[in-house]
């Protein structure tokens, strides 16, 4: 079956540590994205890629890094710079960065951070 | 205003009751629109793009007013695991920079 994954599934972190969050998709999509969600808040766009080896940043990517080195995987990593870390991570993905717009994107399961 | 806007409810119902969410959207560029349903602490999953001509799957029906920069979704004959949020999702559509701006959702809680 196609989709997305996420792991893990609850990562907890202490603070002054970098994390690295995994994405693997295998649905054949060009675009992949990083979210997060707050409570009480919309999704937030952390960083995006429309193809292998670029990537542009999101409306919050102060702290993070992603890498693209194969279509298939996204990994995003939080380091000590990102001042809340805590949160839930979602990953997803689209056609390709144009028809996110006509075909919406589709979501892995999340990633729980929680910074002790 | 904001970019997208949702009543955030919760919109509390009994089974079998009709019931509808509006969203407005700031943008009058904005091309595309989605509904999206999230459970408690799950992913978001799309339900639905919404076309201009309006559109139909099962019980749900979308509308799009783009004069009034609004819109809708109706649920029909609600059952109990159609509770949930919904998310109104908007294509930004800023150039070549097409990100989708979410809505921070409207609870629905389907009631016996």
């Known amino acids: 079956d196609g989709g997305i994954t996420q792991s893990p599934k609850y990562l907890f972190r202490k603070e002054g540590q970098n994390v690295t969050l995994s994405c693997e998709q295998n649905?054949?999509?060009?675009?992949m994205y990083w979210y997060r969600q707050d409570p009480g808040q919309g999704l937030r766009l952390i960083y995006y890629?429309?193809?292998?080896?670029?990537?542009q940043k999101g409306d919050i990517a102060e702290g993070y890094s992603v890498s693209r080195e194969k279509k298939e995987s996204f990994p995003l990593t939080v380091t000590s710079a990102q001042k809340n870390p805590t949160a839930f991570y979602l990953c997803?993905?689209?056609?390709?960065?144009?028809?996110?717009?006509?075909?919406?994107?589709?979501f892995g399961p999340g990633t729980r951070l929680t910074v002790l | 205003r904001k970019e997208v806007e949702q009543d955030p409810g919760p919109f509390n119902v009994p089974e079998g009751a009709t019931v509808a969410f509006n969203c407005t959207y700031s943008?009058?560029?904005?091309?595309?629109f989605f509904w999206y349903r999230q459970d408690c602490r799950k992913e978001p999953k799309l339900l639905m793009s919404v076309y201009s001509s309006g559109n139909e799957d099962g019980r749900f029906t979308a509308q799009l007013n783009r004069a009034s920069q609004y819109i809708s979704l109706l649920i029909r004959d609600s059952k109990l695991s159609d509770s949930a949020t919904y998310l109104c999702?908007?294509?930004?559509?800023?150039?070549?920079?097409?990100?989708?701006?979410w809505g921070l959702g409207t609870s629905l809680a389907v009631n016996p």
């Open positions: 890629s429309q193809i292998v080896n670029d990537f």
């Open positions: 649905l054949n999509h060009d675009a």
């Open positions: 997803a993905s689209s056609i390709d960065l144009g028809l996110a717009g006509r075909n919406g994107q589709f």
């Open positions: 943008n009058s560029a904005s091309q595309s």
């Open positions: 999702v908007v294509n930004k559509n800023a150039g070549n920079n097409r990100k989708l701006i």
